[in-house]
């Protein structure tokens, strides 16, 4: 049993950043092997870091933005998951910044509800997820709407393009430049030669992304694509 709310607590900030730095492979916008390889602390610093300004923004409205954030808890009032939204130019709009659901309540409708709750608020959602996370969002009415770098691009509602979202940059916070420098101290002169595998990678997946893309647009299934 879980319930869906969008009002939040510090103390629930707190649990949903813990969530979010479990599974930070799956919610940063990069391509990563499981575990995050050599740059999961810098990624997992950059998921933390940006999931409390967001969530935190819904209640300080310190960056002036408008977010929606739905959490999900279950019965001893934990939280399992969480979905943040960004509004765009228009108030009809948004963008899915991060959804994530506890490994232990998955496929129980989780995150279904909580994107009903923001389906319920707008009349056109954009977000761009990973290739294994596609079938899940066409589940829940998104359309694919082209590549987005090493992940897919996918709307639900009104059919039109994809607007440009507010979103604040957090690569200059003392955190991120501090996790940047671990990086550079432990790994030394590896350092510059792991980040350019990791660009390596991005390329590698952006080129996984077009060729499945391809396929979808013949017919193919989600299964037969990959």
């Known amino acids: 049993m879980f ?32 575990g995050g390889g050599p740059t999961g602390s810098m990624c997992q610093t950059t ?27 279950d019965t001893q ?11 765009g130019t228009l108030d009809t709009d948004c963008g899915l910044n991060y959804a994530v659901v506890h490994k232990d309540f998955r496929r129980q409708g989780v995150l279904r509800a909580m994107i009903l709750e923001i389906q319920s608020r707008y009349e ?14 066409e589940a829940l009415g998104f359309r694919i709407t082209g ?6 691009a996918m709307s639900w ?11 604040l940059g957090f690569d200059q916070t003392s955190e991120v430049q501090g996790a940047k420098a671990s990086f550079a101290r432990l790994n030394g002169a590896k350092a510059q030669g792991i980040l350019r595998k990791v660009g390596e990678a991005q390329k590698e997946q952006a080129k996984k992304v ?11 299934t989600h299964a037969e694509a990959l």
């Open 77 to 87: 009032d934990n939280v399992i998951g969480f979905v943040i939204a960004l509004e």
């Open 47 to 73: 998921i933390e870091v940006e999931v409390r300004a967001y969530l935190s923004e819904g209640i300080t409205d310190g960056f002036g933005l408008k977010v929606t954030r739905v959490l999900a808890k």
């Open 210 to 220: 077009l060729a499945y893309l391809d396929k979808r647009e013949l017919g193919a």
């Open 147 to 152: 590549p987005q770098k090493a992940q897919v």
């Open 124 to 137: 056109f959602i954009g977000l761009s997820c990973k290739l294994d996370k596609v079938p899940y969002y």
């Open 3 to 34: 319930t869906i709310t969008t009002s939040l607590t510090e103390a629930d900030i707190q649990q949903a950043v813990k969530l979010a730095k479990a599974n930070y492979v799956d919610l940063i916008d990069k391509h990563l092997r499981p």
């Open 157 to 167: 509602g009104l059919d039109k393009p994809h607007a440009a979202m507010p979103l």
